[in-house]
């Protein structure tokens, strides 16, 4: 049967070059190619399908993600793929596994934490899959503050072995993924304790369970922590629950690059610094900041498409009614997020860059720029998590009632991403990091000059007084404007603090005190640093035809849409005045008008098969009616016309309204 395009009219108006734009949203031609190749393949195999997930009872799914994962794992080695194209396959099969923590964080956690002996031991056997590890830092009794974390690791000089034991209720590691069921080891967060003298946390590497018939090894009690948020959703996890009792492993196992412990007992400190030992949690912040842009341009794509389908009212002359896309308040809502999308997109490269930029220096014992590496890996996981879980939700809103269902997808991608916004640092706790890196920052100033993403602190007195230019909307579009603008709120919210901050005699009481405007002077750095990279991108060559000129517009919808939303911040700083604020805004309505004819093709760019979109809305043709009519009798509930329980609950309330009216 011939599929019809309900939405090629909708693609017919576009006015840039689809396929280019795929190209910069995929990153290279070549990334380009091996996504849209690995999509397909996991899209045309019925081994992978998952649109049964939100039924199954825990049992069943968490079954059926060992299937999966055993399946993905025998395709990529059947097929040879390479670790990018294992990655790209994790991504599309789309579903939360114990893979996931063994790939991002044990493996990291040995290459960033142990020795070249310990790389050398160890990483074969993980790159095999003959072990497979998790990430257990988190405890019941405490989670954010992994100072304070209770399980101990005592070296014992005469064995020459460490003892890892859980000494109280709230010591039981709780949440690790991968641990409840599936992993044999595990990267366990203990306090080193070595000849009575406690020196804080390190990593140490334990088996859990039997490598011959996977039973919990002897001092180990371990197990799933229950249910979680959603149908479906992470409940593909095993997040666990984990106690030690005086569990033996030799010493050779504490993970020993960034601290020793020798055969004497004698207690060593690398020549770099401690906070390495938190440095997978940098790593995989850095991963989820890239991830967010996919979460959310999928929550787009779907509210994006269904909008152009979905007509209410303002039929004329029995005319269609309009589609409820052209809705001016339903575009101040979309647009913003299709916006931040591509906005995300770019600053997740631009971490990665980043990040890789800081490894390299640390190879190299440079470890200057780590402080701003983990200001910018904790403020913008932050603040891209945020708006992608807000993002998510308000996407469903926009599908209306539709968007309640199940089967719209909106429902499990908000229930699997919002955990984003706690796991790997809770999300106001890591602002309270950016925070500290900022008022530190305007304390040194005239002593250490600021750089990188803080150098425009260098312009602190020049940025403390200036005035915003703007006499017509138009203005608005210029880039110098909007950086300025930026940058002039950034720091005077940090420089009021600093100067609030120097009233109180205790520096940490005054943080404390001030922290919930702390954390709006974070927010307000962390979103200069998005918009500097996305007018940066936009300073490179784009080829296609008027795809440049789409993320300008794109790139001018994000920034005036967060001078709205923050317009108090703005005013109160006296960066800019009420008549700025307005005119700005007039802006921002004529972009949205902009988008508009460009809109569906700018969701096709993100080149998602309906297999990973998993919505009925969001389907590549439109055809949403008939398929949502036939999903609803495809649900079990529909088996039978008279429902399970009709004979024991329905008939005998029946019966008993029957004989009272006859009273
Ligand atoms: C069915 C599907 C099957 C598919 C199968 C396919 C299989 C095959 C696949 C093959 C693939 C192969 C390819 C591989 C690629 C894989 C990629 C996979 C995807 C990976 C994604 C991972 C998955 C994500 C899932 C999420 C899991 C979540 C895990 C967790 O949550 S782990 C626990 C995280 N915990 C936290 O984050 C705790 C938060 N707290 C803290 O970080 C800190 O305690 C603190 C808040 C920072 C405070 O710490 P302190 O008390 O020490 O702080 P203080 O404030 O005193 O600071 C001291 C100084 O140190 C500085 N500092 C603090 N932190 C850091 C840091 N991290 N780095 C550097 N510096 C730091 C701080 O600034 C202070 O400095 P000073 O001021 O100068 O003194
Ligand atoms: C789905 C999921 C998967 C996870 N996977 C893993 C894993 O694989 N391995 C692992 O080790 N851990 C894992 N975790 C644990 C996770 O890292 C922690 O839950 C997270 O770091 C938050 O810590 P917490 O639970 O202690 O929150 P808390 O710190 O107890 O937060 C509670 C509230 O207190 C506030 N708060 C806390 N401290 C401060 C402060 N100093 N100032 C102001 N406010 C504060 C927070 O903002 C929050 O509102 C996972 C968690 C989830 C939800």
Not at 27 to 47: M, N, Q, T
Not at 384 to 391: M, R, S, V
Not at 477 to 485: G, H, R, T, V, Y
Request: proline share 4%.
């Amino acid at each position: 049967m011939e599929r019809v395009d309900h939405l090629a009219h909708e693609r017919n108006k576009s006015e840039f070059d689809v396929d280019a734009m795929k190209i910069v949203w995929a990153g290279s031609p070549h990334a380009f190619e091996l996504s849209d190749r690995i999509s397909k393949l996991v899209a045309s195999d019925p081994g992978f399908r998952k649109d049964n997930r939100t039924m199954l009872s825990r049992k069943d799914l968490f079954k059926n993600t060992l299937r999966k994962a055993a399946y993905a794992w025998k395709t990529i080695v059947d097929l040879h793929l390479s670790e990018e194209e294992a990655a790209k396959l994790r991504f599309y099969v789309d579903e939360p596994a114990y893979t996931d923590l063994h790939w991002g964080m044990f493996v990291p956690a040995i290459k960033g934490q142990g020795t070249d002996e310990q790389q050398q031991k160890w990483l074969p056997l993980a790159y095999k899959m003959q072990i497979i590890g998790c990430y257990a830092q988190t405890e019941l009794g405490h989670g954010s503050n992994v100072q304070g974390l209770e399980t101990t690791a005592t070296f014992d000089p005469q064995t020459d072995e460490f003892i890892i034991h859980s000494p109280t209720l709230t010591s039981s590691k709780w949440w690790p993924g991968g641990l409840g069921k599936v992993a044999t080891h595990a990267i366990a967060y203990a306090r080193l304790i070595v000849g009575g003298r406690d020196y804080g946390v390190n990593g140490f590497i334990v088996q859990l369970r039997s490598l011959e018939d996977h039973s919990p090894l002897p001092g180990i009690t371990v197990g799933d922590i229950g249910m979680k948020f959603g149908n479906g959703a992470y409940n593909t996890m095993d997040n666990g629950v984990l106690q030690f009792d005086h569990v033996r492993i030799p010493r050779d196992q504490m993970l020993m690059r960034v601290s020793q412990v020798t055969r004497e007992g004698k207690y060593k400190q690398s020549d770099v610094p401690r906070q390495l030992v938190y440095g997978t949690m940098v790593y995989v912040r850095q991963t989820i900041v890239a991830d967010a842009s996919c979460a959310l341009s999928r929550a787009v794509c779907i509210a994006t498409r269904y909008s152009a389908v979905r007509r209410q009212f303002g039929s004329q002359n029995g005319g269609p009614e309009t589609q409820v896309i052209d809705y001016k308040t339903q575009q101040s809502r979309l647009f913003p997020l299709l916006a931040s999308a591509y906005a995300f997109r770019f600053i997740g490269e631009w971490l990665k860059w980043l990040y890789t930029d800081v490894t390299q220096r640390l190879q190299a014992n440079d470890f200057s720029t780590l402080p701003e590496a983990h200001a910018c890996t904790a403020g913008l996981k932050s603040l891209t998590t945020t708006a992608t879980a807000d993002g998510i939700e308000e996407c469903r809103k926009l599908c209306g009632g539709h968007g309640y269902l199940c089967s719209s997808g909106l429902p499990e991608l908000f229930a699997v991403y919002v955990p984003a916004c706690t796991y790997e640092g809770d999300n106001t706790v890591l602002l309270l990091q950016v925070a500290r890196f900022l008022m530190k920052t305007v304390s040194q100033l005239g002593v250490k000059k600021p750089v990188g993403t803080i150098g425009y602190m260098t312009r602190v007195d020049h940025l403390m007084q200036c005035r915003c230019g703007v006499q017509r909307a138009e203005d608005w579009l210029n880039p110098s404007a909007l950086l300025e603008a930026f940058e002039a709120r950034a720091a005077r919210m940090s420089v009021a603090c600093a100067q609030n901050l120097s009233n109180f005699d205790n520096p940490e009481e005054g943080f404390a005190e001030l922290s919930a405007d702390l954390v709006e002077a974070a927010v307000a750095h962390c979103q200069l640093i998005i918009v500097s990279k996305f007018i940066e991108k936009l300073q490179q060559e784009i080829p296609g035809k008027g795809v440049k000129q789409q993320l300008e517009v794109l790139c001018n919808i994000y920034t005036l849409f967060l001078l709205h939303k923050h317009q108090g911040d703005f005013l109160s700083t006296g960066c800019i005045t009420p008549k700025h604020a307005s005119l700005a805004n007039d802006q921002l309505r004529s972009l949205y008008s902009q988008v508009r004819p460009n809109a569906i093709a700018l969701v096709d760019a993100f080149n998602y098969t309906d297999h990973f979109l998993g919505s009925i809305l969001g389907c590549y043709d439109g055809n949403v009616y008939p398929k949502l009519y036939e999903a609803a009798w495809e649900d079990p509930l529909n088996d039978s016309v008279v429902p399970d329980g009709y004979h024991q609950y329905i008939r005998p309330l029946l019966k008993q309204q029957i004989r009272t009216a006859r009273l």
